[in-house]
Structure formats: structure tokens, C-alpha cells
């Protein structure tokens, strides 16, 4: 792995409760923060990905029959299973 070095700083509390779960989770401190760097990265793309549907249905809305479609199609599926 090419791995690089950074050094931030935390306020106390939130330190405090990082050492914590990292003791009981018997992870190193790089390890934490390479996971809730993970994290936040996957929810910024996926953040992202949501902002760009909900421009793309503000420019071209379903009109009332796909939404009626919509409706029907998920009715039919919740209805109840024949298993025998």
C-alpha cells in the first residue's frame, strides 16, 4: 500500500470517545480514520448520485399514468404469495 501520512487535531471529547470505541473495537487509529474516511467519501458520491436524480425528475417529471403504473405495479407485488 502507498500510504501517506496526515496529523489533525480533535477536541478532547471527541478523542475521548474514539480511544474508547477503538479500545473495545480492538482497532489501530489508523484504521478508524481510514474508516470513517470510507464512509464519509461513500456518502458524499452517494449524496451526490441522489442530487443528480432529483435534478434530472425536476426537468422530466412522470406524468400521472407512469405514476398510476408505478402504483399498480408495486400493489402487485406486495399481494399475498400462493405457496402451496
Request: charged share 30%.
Amino acid at each position: 500500500m502507498n500510504a501517506r501520512k496526515i496529523a489533525t487535531s480533535l477536541p478532547a471529547a471527541q478523542f475521548t470517545e474514539v480511544e474508547r470505541a477503538r479500545r473495545r473495537l480492538r482497532l489501530k487509529r489508523s484504521q478508524v480514520v481510514q474508516e470513517a474516511l470510507d464512509l464519509w467519501l461513500s456518502t458524499l458520491a452517494t449524496a451526490e448520485r441522489c442530487e443528480q436524480y432529483l435534478r434530472g425528475y425536476l426537468r422530466h417529471p412522470e406524468d400521472a399514468a407512469e405514476g398510476r403504473a408505478f402504483v399498480r405495479a408495486w400493489a402487485k407485488g406486495l399481494a399475498p404469495e400462493d405457496w402451496e
